[in-house]
C-alpha cells in the first residue's frame, strides 16, 4: 500500500511516524494530513533514504535543489558534487534534471548516493532517446514515454514530474492568451510540440490511469508539473496558466482516488503582489494538495542573483500557504550551475522556508532565532556560528575583518549591545 | 526657504522639476507631494549633487547604502571605494556612518566625491569626541552634540539621523517591555546611557526646536531614527518601539510647522507577518510620512547572507508602502563591510525596491521587464546583458559557463524557448 493507503486505514506507517518525529507533531497529525491530502511522503519503496521528509500543511517549508547535466556538460561527476553541496546545506530533496550524457546511468549514480527524496522529469530522457531512436522528439510514441516513466519509478526515483496540464485545450488557450515568453518549461515545450503536430492529445493526460498505476506500484509521488507556467512577469497569472491549474486540480483528484500521493507545481515569475492570490488559487483548485514553486521570481531582470529575487518570492508564497520551494541558483537564465551556484540557490531557499516556517509557528522555528539572539546579545561568537546556516562562512567573515575588541568589526567600540551592557550594568564610567 | 516652504506655497522649484522628470511624474505631482509631507528631496543647499532624488509616496523604491570607518578600520580610502562601488551599482543614497579615524575629514572627503545625497548620524561623532575631550560619552553636553549637528549641516549633509524618539517616557517602556536585545542602534544605546546617568532628558527631544533650526537653514531632511528598534525577531513590534514611533508621529507634525522636511526610519528585524503592519502602522501614525527601513531582516539567523534576508524584508515592506530602503551586506552582525558586501548589499536591496516598484506601478518598472522577456525570448544575450542589474556578472556566467549553441548552457538543446520557436516556426522537423 502506498502511504496515502495507509493513512486512510487510520494506520500511521514507520515514515509518517519518523516524519512527526522530525517534525515535532504527532503521528496522527501526519497519518490525517496525508490522508486528506494535505500531506505527501516522497519515499519510493525501491529507495533507501537516511530520513523522511513530509511536505504538506503544518510541516516546516522543504527546498529542492535542481541538478542535473545538460547538452554542453555532461559529466555525471560534476552532478554528484553538486548532490554533495546540496546536502551539505541541508536541501529537503533534490532533482536530477539530467539532459545530456548517459541519462539512466547518471541517475542510478545519483539515486545511489542521495540519502534525500529525488525527483526526474522522465519527459526529458524519453525526448532525447527518440531523437536518438526516432530523428525527432516528434516521433515519440505514448509507449517511448510510459517506459521511461516506469524505468525511473522501479530505479527508485521518489517523486516525478509529469506535465499531465498541457492539453489540446490548454494550449488552446494559451495560442488566444499571447503571450510574450510563451512556454518555458522543457517539458511544456516539447509536449505542445508533440500535441500540435501529432494533432494527438497528451499522452500523461490521455493515459493519465496509465500513469497513476505506475506511481502506486513504486509509490512514487506524482508532482503534476505546470508546463504552461509563466516565464515572464507580463505572462503571469494569465489564462494559459489558469486553465492548466484547472485541469491539474481535476487530476489531483483523480490521483488521491487512487491511492497515489500527489503535489502540484506552481509558477515561475510573478509580480509581488499576485503571489498571495496564486498561493490562494491552487490551494482553492486542487483542494489543498501541496503546493511546489520554482522561486517564484519577482522581477525578470536579476539575472546573476535570481537567487535573491527566488527568496522574496519564495517567502511570500511560503507565507501564504506554499509548502515546497524549488531554489533558484545565481545561473539562472545564464548557464548551468556551479558548486558555489548550488549552495548559493539552497542558502537563499532556506532563508525563505526559514522566515516563512517561523510566520507560520512550525515548531523550532522561533527557538532557533531567540537562541541566536541571546548569543548576540552576549557577544558569543562560538554560539552564533553555530547557529547560522553556513558557519564556515560567518566564522571567515567575522575573523577577516576582525576586531580588537570583544565586538566585531562593524561597531568596534561603539558596539550598541556592549553599550547597553555597560550602562545597565556596573560599569558606565566605561562609557 | 525649504523644499517643502516652496512646495507649499505652490512653487515647484528647479529640484522638483528635475525629480519628476527623472521619475516620469509631472512637476506638480511632486510639489504637491512635498507639501503633504508625502515626499522628501535630501539637498542640502551646501551639497552639489549630480541629481536629485525624491523619496516618498508614488516614486521609485530608493536604496541607501551605509559606509565608513569604525574603530577597527580607519582609512578613509577603503570608504571612498566604497563610496564609488555604491554608486556604481546605483544605490540612490549613501550614509556616512563613520566611528574611527578623523570624522570631519573622512566626512568632508566623501561629501566632496558623493554626487548623491549623503546621510550621516552626529551623535556618532558627538560621542566619540566627547570620549576624547572628556573622558565618557555620558560627559556629552546638549552643546556639545548640537555643534557636530550643526557641522554637519554647514558642511553639506543632506539628511540626518536623530534619535529625537529615545526619551524618558519611551526609556520607561522598554524597561518595563523586557527584550532579548535590548537596544541594537548605536545612537540609541547612547543617548540611553547618556539619559539614565545624567537624569536629563535627551536634547535631541528637549531641544528639537534647535535642531529644526539648523535643519531650516540648510534644507537638511531629517531622518528621525528609531533608537529602539527590534534588533531580534523575538523584540519586533513591541511597546518600546510603538512608544517611540508615536513620539517619532508627533516631532513629523513639529516638523512639518517649521517648514522642515522629515522621513521616519524603521526597524530592523521583524517576522514576515508583521512587516506589512509594521508600514501600516508607521503610515497612519506618522501621517504619511515617508518610511526608512532598515532590512527589515526577516530571520535572525542568517548571517553571511542578511542581504538575502533583508531583501525579503524590503520588498514586502516597499510593496506595503516603505518608500526607501537601507540596505544589508553579507557581513551584517560580523564585520565591517569591505568592497564586495556593499556591492552585492546594494544589488540584493535593488531587486527588492524593483520589485515593487513592479507591484505599485512605478512608471517604467513593468516596462524594463517586459523588454527583458522580450530579449529573453529572442535568445538575445547582448541584450539581456545589458538590460541586467550586473551586465558584468551576468556576462561572465553566460561566458564562463559558454554552450554550443545560440541557447545557454542550462538547457542546452532542450531550450524551451527555442523548441517552442521552432515547434510553432517552419523547423518542426528539427525537433
Known amino acids: 500500500m502506498t502511504q496515502l493507503e495507509l493513512a486512510r486505514k487510520g494506520i500511521a506507517s514507520l515514515e509518517m511516524k519518523l516524519v512527526a518525529d ?14 486528506q491530502g494535505n500531506i505527501v511522503i516522497p519515499a519510493n519503496r525501491n529507495h533507501k533514504l537516511s530520513r523522511y521528509y513530509g511536505i504538506g500543511k503544518g510541516l516546516r517549508v522543504k527546498v529542492n535543489a535542481n541538478i542535473g547535466t545538460s547538452s554542453d556538460y555532461g559529466d555525471v561527476n560534476n552532478e554528484l558534487e553538486k548532490l554533495r553541496v546540496a546536502i551539505e546545506y541541508k536541501a529537503d530533496t533534490v ?16 539515486l545511489d548516493e542521495s540519502t534525500i527524496p529525488l525527483g526526474t522529469v522522465p519527459i526529458y530522457q524519453a525526448g532525447i532517446e527518440t531523437i536518438e531512436r526516432r530523428g525527432a522528439i516528434l516521433n515519440m510514441t505514448p ?3 510510459f517506459r521511461v516513466i ?10 516525478v514530474t509529469v506535465h499531465c496540464g498541457v492539453t489540446r485545450v490548454s494550449i488552446e488557450r494559451l495560442k488566444r492568451q499571447g503571450r510574450v515568453t510563451d512556454i518555458v518549461s522543457r517539458g511544456g515545450a516539447l509536449l505542445l510540440g508533440w500535441i500540435l503536430h501529432n494533432d494527438q492529445e497528451n499522452p500523461l493526460y490521455e493515459q493519465y490511469d496509465r500513469l497513476l498505476e505506475i506511481a502506486r506500484k513504486f509509490d512514487v509521488t506524482l508532482s503534476l508539473g505546470d508546463g504552461l507556467r509563466p516565464g515572464s512577469l507580463a505572462d503571469a497569472t494569465d489564462r494559459a496558466q489558469v486553465e492548466e491549474l484547472l485541469i491539474l486540480g481535476e487530476l489531483v483528484e483523480r490521483a488521491w482516488d487512487a491511492g497515489v500521493q500527489v503535489m502540484v507545481e506552481g509558477p515561475g515569475h510573478v509580480p509581488l503582489d499576485q503571489i498571495a492570490a496564486n498561493v490562494q488559487l491552487q490551494k482553492s483548485l486542487c483542494k489543498g494538495a501541496p503546493f511546489y514553486v520554482l522561486g517564484p521570481l519577482v522581477t525578470d531582470i536579476a539575472a546573476g542573483y535570481d537567487h535573491i529575487s ?12 506554499a509548502d515546497f520551494l524549488c531554489y533558484v541558483t545565481p545561473s539562472e537564465h545564464l548557464g548551468l550551475p556551479d558548486l558555489d551556484d548550488v549552495k548559493e540557490g539552497v542558502i537563499a531557499s532556506r532563508i525563505a522556508g526559514h522566515a516563512a516556517d517561523i510566520a507560520r509557528g512550525v515548531k523550532g522555528a522561533w527557538e532557533w532565532d531567540r537562541t541566536m539572539s541571546e548569543a548576540r546579545k552576549n557577544l558569543d561568537w562560538e554560539e552564533q556560528v553555530r547557529l547560522c546556516l ?16 570583544k565586538a566585531c568589526s562593524m561597531c568596534g567600540e561603539l558596539c550598541a549591545l556592549q553599550l547597553v551592557t555597560d550602562f545597565l550594568g556596573a560599569k558606565p564610567e566605561k562609557c
Do not use: N, W
Open 22 to 35: 522530525a517534525e515535532g507533531v504527532t503521528p496522527e497529525f501526519v497519518q490525517q494530513g496525508i490522508a
Open 150 to 159: 516506469e524505468e525511473h519509478a522501479a530505479d527508485g526515483v521518489d517523486f
Open 390 to 405: 553556513d558557519p564556515q562562512k560567518a566564522r571567515h567573515v567575522h575573523g577577516q575583518r576582525a576586531s580588537s575588541g
Open 310 to 321: 527566488g527568496a522574496i518570492g519564495g517567502a511570500i508564497a511560503a507565507l501564504a500557504g
Open 95 to 110: 532533482m536530477d534534471l539530467s539532459t545530456g550524457g548517459d541519462l539512466s546511468a547518471i541517475r542510478r549514480a545519483i
Open 143 to 145: 509507449d517511448d514515454l
